[in-house]
Nanobody, 124 residues
């Protein structure tokens, strides 16, 4: 059984940085493409980016790619999301997700497993 657990959320001032972590347990981490999403109340879950199975290829939503970076460590079964120059509009619950599929269009419904989410609040 796959389990994802996010950590690292919290309160940060605008302009600051934060690094979130996602711990993967279960079989087999290297089989999964890993992604990060975020969600604010009343809105759909928003794709941030993903990383391929090897950790060498990342993709990002165009609006976030200059501030957000995804790192994958297959030895530790971990995926991190580094967020820089944070803005109040980045306030959301952040989720990591895993899929066995090779997606050309990253849609939340195509991800097989989700973490419980971690709250990030950016104060102005």
């Amino acid at each position: 059984q796959v389990r994802l657990v996010e950590s690292g959320g919290g309160l940060v001032q605008a302009g600051g940085s934060l690094r979130l972590s996602c711990a993967f347990s279960g079989p087999v981490f290297n089989d999964y493409v890993m992604a990060w999403f975020r969600q604010v109340p009343g809105k759909e879950r928003e794709y941030i980016g993903d990383v391929d199975r090897s950790g060498s290829l990342t993709s990002y939503a165009g609006s976030l790619q200059d501030r957000f970076l995804i790192f994958r460590d297959n030895a530790k079964n971990m995926v991190d999301l580094e967020m820089r120059r944070l803005k109040p509009e980045d306030t959301a619950v952040y989720y990591c997700a895993a899929t066995l599929r090779d997606l050309t269009v990253p849609r939340a419904k195509d991800y097989d497993y989700w973490g419980q989410g971690t709250q990030v609040t950016v104060s102005s």
